[in-house]
Every structure is written in C-alpha cells, then in structure tokens.
C-alpha cells in the first residue's frame, strides 16, 4: 500500500510487478523515501541514467544476497561472489576470513573468502556516482518502550504480528511450503496460517513438511504429528538420509565458502517436495530464537524488582528449564556487572575463540562489532536488555548469513523463501514490549507461548528444550569419516598456506585414538570442509583454463 501510494497509486499501477513497481516510487519519490516504505525480502541496484549515480540496497535483515567489489574501472554488484571474481580464484582468497572459518567465528557483516568482494550489508543502501562513494543505514530502530503494552495484552498482540507477518508473505504466493519441525517457532507459524484460511487463505495453497529422524534422539515425529492432526493442511514428512563428500562440494560452490551446514539435506528434502507440489515460496522459522530471545530478562527484572519477587522468578525458570539453579542465577547475576567487567570478559571470550582454532597457519583479523563493520548496538540507549537483544540478535551477521545460505540453496530450486518472524513490523513491536508488560513465567520464549495457547498442542506448548540434530549429524560423520581421513590424510597443498600441517596431524592422531563423538569430528570439520572447498576452488580454475 505504501509503496503503490508513492508510486502514484492503486489505480496507475496495477498489475506492476515488484520490480516495476520499486522503480516507480524511485522515480516519484526518491530512494529515501521508497526505502522507508519497502518491505519484504529483496536486493537491488538501480541505475539512474540521468543523475549518472547506482543505488543498491538490501533488506533488513539480510535474507536476499548482494555483493560489490571496488575495482579500477567502477564498482560491480552481484548477486553471488562468484560472479565478480576474475581470473584465478584461489589468488583471490581473504586469509583473514577463513583463519576466522577455522576458528569458529562468525564473518562479520561485510567479510566474503575472497578479497576485494563485501557484501552490501542488511538495512544498508549504496549511493554511487563517478565522483562518490556513499553508505548508510535506511533502518535503525528508535529504542521506545510502548507504555500501553501490559501483560494482558501482549500475547494477544504479538500473535496478530505474526498472523499479519505470514499473510504479506503469502500475499505474493499461490502455493506456499512451510518447513515444519515439533519446535515452537515453526508450529506457530502454522497456527498463524490456520488463522488465514477460509477469507484470506485456501487450505489447498499451503502445506507443511517436516524431516525425521526415526529412532533417534534428534526426532520429533510425535510432536509434528499431534499438530499435523489439528491443522486442515497437506503434509509431507521425509527420513533424512546421509550424502557424500559431492554434496558438501556442490553445496559449498553453490554458496561461494566453505560454511556448509551438516545438515543441508534438510533443504534439498523441502525443496524436493515443494517443486512436486509446483509451489513457488518456502516459508521458515528462521528468527523465531532471536526475535523470542529472554535470555536478560531476568537480569531486567534483577533491576526492576524487587530481590525477593527476581529469586522466586529464577527459582521457577530453573524448574521450568529443567536446569541447575546455579546455571540460571550466575548469568544473570554476571550479566548485572558493570560494562567495564563486561568488555574485560567480552576480551577474554574472544581470545579463547581465537585460540581454539589451534589448526590456523594465519591470523584472524582483529574484529569489533560495534566499530562500525556491523549495525550499531545501540544497546545502551534502549529501556531494556531485553528489549536491546531482540534487535542486536535479528541484525547480527550471523543472522544474515544464515538467511544468505538458506536463500542459495532455495533459489536454485526455483523456490523463494521468507521467514515471518524476519518481520520489520513483528520485531518493532517486540522491541517496544516494556519489561514488566513481558511474559516472565520462568519459560523461554513465554510470549509466543502464551500468543498460540489453545491453537497449538500442549505437548508442543511445553517443550522447553530446542531438538537439534546432533544424532544425524554423528550418524552422517560416522559414516564419512573413513573417506575423510583417505581423502586428507594431510594438508593439501592448496591449503598448506592456510592449515598447520603439524597441527593438522596430530588433531588426527586425537581423532583416531578416540571414540568417534560430535565433538572429535566437529573439530577437523572446518578444515575438511575448507578442503573439499579449495579443491573444487581449483578444479574449477583447471576447467576454465
């Protein structure tokens, strides 16, 4: 609606695309204006012949890519990295980036493996002309608290949010897949697009599926099933099987870096059922964790209330969590300290980060979120941690990376994807909940506990811990491990520049001499996917040659 309105109304442009459409407000209305009223996942870059000058921008929080590079005769943008590297690739590669690979630790906003190629950032737009180089942020929050929000009427509130949220992305679909696990950030979705059918959504344009692991710990069948029973919806559910060496290679050339996820047969399951299902959107939880996230609500309450009301509230989250009273109680506590402790910790933390990557030929760069490589805290200007955390977590850049990774793998398939709790309005409001109108029953992710109360089952309502899905990854490492030691029994020459040798070997001899546990393989997989990665990196240069 905003956007039509700025692109000369409803009447004057109907039947415009997107497309058409974001370059109608421009011409109008100017990009400042057209950005404030763009909403959604996108990317683009506009040309304007006539002010000679390229506009780019990206959404808010990341979920559609668009990268640039700076080079002697102007700057390119693309969609992937690939597209802007010239010549031979592996001389191209940022030794910073992947030591930052190796050690575990998130890029930052802007960082690719390859040097000389950044990324637009999320809420970023690029103004660009011969004489010009200009960025800036369209969206950075006002840190407010809404004094009419109470406890009584948030859950109500919030679930109109998220209804609103999954029915504009629906808006621009005809046949929508959403990815479904037992947890409540996808379940809650569903009960939002329940919610629509009958005078804004057919049943038979939308459908849920889910993977399962049966027998294992990772599987939440049960669950799925109990929702699957109380929704009108088609639902497909798929055993995830283990893959090659191959697909990691083919997953990570498709993503431009050596980040594959062990459990990407996850999206080539969904993306399986929605191309049967001739669909055109893939919807996710994606966000829910971040949006939800309670984790300094006590420390809120340690300073809002009254000590004896904070112990009896950190006495019921450990009962709830099913967790030791210590472990709830000593990070709020530690979190309470003052911000000079906090930096010195912060300081600590990252040195042992960097340490861990013990594998590491080369050095990570140093690196400070708030000195401007990625959207600022703002922390200390909002009313709460809590209310700080909901807008710091949706714009990290390990948010946007996620959102980069799963958008790849989808696009390739044809499919769009959208995650509803990535919702500019829904995390506004979040944002804006005061600390004392906030669910605090000692649950995590009360809010939306209480928003889906009645319409999701109590078995799904009371789960309190997240299923990850450790048991098919140790399954899927099991069986690669033998392939991967015969394919690396030491340092390929390609990543000799990278890798220890020394190291290498005896984190080897470690895994060799030990009973095969997640976390024996998960400390050689950033080197053996960095192998995998540099070896097709070299093929196919090899090719191109």
Do not use: C
Not at 376 to 382: A, F, I, L, P, V
Not at 435 to 443: E, F, I, K, L
């Amino acid at each position: 609606g905003r956007l039509r309105s700025l692109a000369d109304g409803e009447a004057s442009t109907t039947g415009y695309d997107d497309r058409a459409l974001i370059l109608s407000a421009y011409r109008r209305s100017g990009w400042k204006r057209m950005l404030e009223a763009l909403d959604g996942d996108f990317a683009f870059v506009i040309w304007d012949e006539e002010k000679r000058v390229a506009i780019a921008a990206r959404d808010r929080f990341g979920v559609m890519p668009l990268f640039f590079s700076d080079t002697p005769t102007g700057i390119r943008f693309a969609s992937e990295p690939k597209q802007l590297i010239a010549g031979e690739p592996l001389a191209n590669l940022d030794e910073s980036a992947i030591a930052g690979h190796l050690a575990g630790r998130p890029a930052t906003h802007r960082e690719t493996y390859f040097a000389g190629i950044s990324r637009v950032m999320p809420s970023e737009v690029l103004v660009v002309s011969e004489s010009s180089f200009e960025r800036s942020l369209y969206w950075d929050p006002e840190p407010v608290s809404n004094t009419s929000l109470t406890a009584d009427n948030v859950p109500h509130i919030f679930r109109e949010h998220l209804v609103d949220a999954v029915r504009r992305r629906l808006d621009s679909s005809t046949n929508a897949v959403s990815q479904m696990s037992g947890g409540l950030d996808s379940t809650s979705i569903t009960a939002a697009a329940f919610v629509l059918t009958g005078s804004q959504l057919a049943v038979e344009e939308f459908a849920t599926v889910s993977a399962v692991f049966p027998g294992s710990s990772s599987d939440e069948s049960d669950l799925i099933n109990e929702v699957v029973a109380s929704q009108p919806f088609t639902h497909h559910s798929f055993t995830v099987s283990t893959v090659t060496l191959d697909d990691y290679a083919d997953v990570m050339r498709q993503i431009d870096g050596p980040r594959v996820s062990p459990t990407h047969p996850l999206e080539t399951g969904t993306a399986e059922f929605a191309g049967e299902r001739r669909a055109d959107l893939v919807l996710t939880g994606l966000g829910g964790d971040y949006v939800l996230d309670d984790s300094q609500l006590l420390v809120d309450l340690l300073k809002d209330r009254s000590p004896r009301e904070w112990w009896r509230l950190a006495r019921k989250t450990s009962a709830s969590r099913n967790a030791r009273m210590m472990s709830v109680v000593v990070p709020s506590l530690l979190s309470a300290t003052p911000e000079r402790a906090r930096v010195m910790l912060r300081r600590l933390s990252t040195g042992q980060t960097q340490e861990h990557g013990d594998l590491m030929t080369t050095g990570l760069r140093s690196h400070d979120p708030l000195t401007g490589q990625e959207p600022s805290e703002n922390r200390s200007s909002y009313p709460s941690r809590t209310q700080a955390t909901t807008i710091t977590g949706v714009r990290s850049s390990l948010v946007s990376q996620i959102n980069e990774y799963v958008e790849t793998r989808f696009s390739r398939a044809g499919l769009g994807v959208s995650h509803p709790y990535l919702d500019r309005e829904l995390i506004e409001f979040v944002a804006s909940i005061p600390v004392d109108a906030r669910p605090a029953d000692g649950r995590s992710k009360s809010l939306v506990r209480q928003a889906f109360e009645g319409s999701l089952p109590k078995s799904v309502l009371a789960k309190q811990r997240k299923t990850m899905a450790d048991a098919y990854i140790l399954a899927q490492f099991t069986i690669l491990g033998g392939t991967f030691m015969d394919r690396y029994p030491s340092v390929p020459a390609v990543a000799q520049r990278f890798v220890d040798a020394k190291r290498y070997e005896a984190a080897l001899q470690r895994f060799e001499s030990t009973e095969a546990t997640l976390e024996s393989f998960s400390s050689l997989w950033p080197a053996w996917t960095l192998f995998i990665w540099l070896d097709r990196l070299g093929s196919s240069s090899d090719e191109r040659g």
